[in-house]
T-cell receptor
């Protein structure tokens, strides 16, 4: 157990739907990062939050949004889902926001859009 | 922008063979370099890292040296075991870019299978 908890582990949904993925960071970590892992794109950085504030955006679609709550857990919202959104979504947490030295990954949420 | 290129896989070896997985990078600043490993059904785990030129990262018999002159960070292990079968990712974090210091840019991953 890495200490980073992601729920649900698996999610199957239909095109056009909306889903929410949840990430609880390791105790004491203030940063949460979201990544998408797909067969064709590999691992892509989506977004980074530090202590409730957005710090950086990567290749995140406008249909996707995220937030980090006061208790530091984060949610990634995916809407108007398309077949191509099927992927593994990972979050990682770290204590600070300068350098990924303390990165810890969760085990991921596998999203299947049918 | 930043990029990482790994040797194409999959790589199949017999137990006790020597392993090399090539990794080269492109970055505008002074990146830190990492190797992560992903076992089936699990998230990524940090295997080793190097934060400046000529640093050697090592862990569990794996090692990699940060070569700035060749922009490379090749992963090596002298004698692989069946339990090393996994996907290996090379990654960089460019702390000098002025953007998110925590962001990692990954290579495409190399699948390693070790047979007894």
């Amino acid at each position: 157990d890495s200490g980073v908890t992601q729920t649900p582990k698996h999610l199957i949904t239909a095109t056009g739907q909306r889903v929410t993925l949840r990430c609880s960071p390791r105790s004491g970590d203030l940063s949460v990062y979201w990544y998408q892992q797909s067969l064709d794109q590999g691992l892509q950085f989506l977004i980074h939050y530090y202590n409730g504030e957005e710090r950086a955006k990567g290749n995140i679609l406008e249909r996707f949004s995220a937030q980090q709550f006061p208790d530091l857990h984060s949610e990634l919202n995916l809407s108007s889902l398309e077949l191509g959104d099927s992927a593994l979504y990972f979050c990682a947490s770290s204590v600070g926001h300068r350098g990924p030295y303390g990165y810890t990954f969760g085990s991921g949420t596998r999203l299947t859009v049918v | 922008g930043d990029s990482v290129t790994q040797m194409e896989g999959p790589v199949t070896l017999s137990e006790e063979a020597f392993l090399t997985i090539n990794c080269t990078y492109t970055a505008t600043g002074y990146p830190s370099l990492f190797w992560y490993v992903q076992y089936p059904g699990e998230g990524l785990q940090l295997l080793l890292k190097a934060t400046k030129a000529d640093d050697k990262g090592s862990n569990k018999g794996f090692e990699a040296t940060y070569r700035k002159e060749t922009t490379s960070f090749h992963l090596e292990k002298g004698s692989v075991q069946v339990s090393d079968s996994a996907v290996y990712f090379c990654a960089l974090s460019d702390a000098g870019s002025g953007t998110s210091y925590g962001k990692l840019t990954f290579g495409q991953g190399t699948i390693l299978t070790v047979h007894p």
